[in-house]
């Protein structure tokens, strides 16, 4: 077995505990309009979209690796969100030593062993579709103009677009590795419909917290590139660093769902 060369983006806004593992890469997402340096590398070197981060989130980091980073395999998480070591879902949740339960670089190479992609778990709505879920928390129009470009300019994804709108489970945050061909492959089909619904969606009204959507937007349509190109891919539990307000979570999922209450800010 040939090693593998594995760059995971961590991408981080603020200073925080990085992993040791040689397979990370801290990156400062934004780092263009950042007000201080957290002493991360930037996303604002080479071809980039770093001073759009207020609307492309994390995105930035992915597009800044697909024009300037080298590796087999390229892939991103969050500095508070991880893709696990563990195998099972409990098992990550059980674990006391978050930091400990990170998904190693040994791990990686032995799973893209048989697989093209690592995803985290899919995460479950349970009564809320994907289109419902983003309607209550969100502007559904975000997901009808995604769907209008997609049907203009790559017309053979759209029947994938809305089934995977109806589902209730769906692989979130934009977290990911993959390999190489399939990395750049994706992220030239996702900054074509990108680009053009930025043209279309008025952000001028927007919260800081709103006009993120394009984030939110991209978290979506990662399951239908993948599976309308049947990737091969393994799910690996999510594992997040720091405590987790579940009952606030719970409290504005409900909120939202039966009050249409949006959501204003993340948990």
């Known amino acids: 077995m040939s090693k593998k060369n594995i760059k995971v983006l961590v991408a981080a806004h603020k200073k925080y505990w990085m992993p040791s593992d040689e397979m990370y890469l801290p990156l400062h997402v934004g780092h263009a309009i950042a007000k201080q340096e957290i002493g991360f590398q930037g996303d604002d070197s080479g071809e980039n979209i770093s001073a759009k981060n207020a609307n492309y989130c994390e995105l930035t980091g992915i597009y800044w690796a697909w024009k300037n980073l080298d590796a087999d395999y390229i892939g991103l998480v969050h500095y508070r969100r991880y893709i696990s070591n563990k195998n099972s879902k409990l098992a990550a949740m059980l674990c006391q030593d ?5 998904l190693t670089s040994k791990k990686a190479q032995d799973v893209l062993e048989h697989a093209d992609v690592i995803v ?6 349970y009564i809320e579709t994907l289109y419902s879920h983003y309607e209550h928390t969100h502007d559904h129009r975000h997901l ?17 677009y809305k089934r995977m709108l109806q589902r209730k489970s769906g692989h979130m945050f934009n977290m990911f590795i993959m390999k190489k061909e399939l990395y750049h492959a994706y992220c030239e089909w996702l900054f074509a419909i990108l680009g053009q619904v ?9 919260t800081p917290y709103e006009a993120r959507f394009m984030g939110r ?18 799910e690996l539990p999510c594992i997040q660093l720091g405590k987790e307000n579940w009952p606030k979570k719970i409290k504005s999922f409900l909120a939202a769902k039966f009050k249409n209450q949006k959501y204003g800010q993340s948990f």
């Not at 978050?98 to 990170?102: G, H, L, S, V």
């Open 144 to 160: 009808d103009i995604t769907g209008e470009i997609i049907q203009l300019i790559c017309p053979e994804y759209y029947e994938t």
């Open 217 to 234: 937007i991209s978290e979506l349509l990662l399951d239908v590139w993948m599976e309308y190109n049947q990737v091969n891919y393994k």
């Open 120 to 125: 985290p778990t899919r995460r479950n709505y």
């Open 198 to 206: 930025e043209q279309k969606v008025d952000t001028s009204a927007m």
């Open 98 to 102: 978050k930091q400990r339960a990170i």
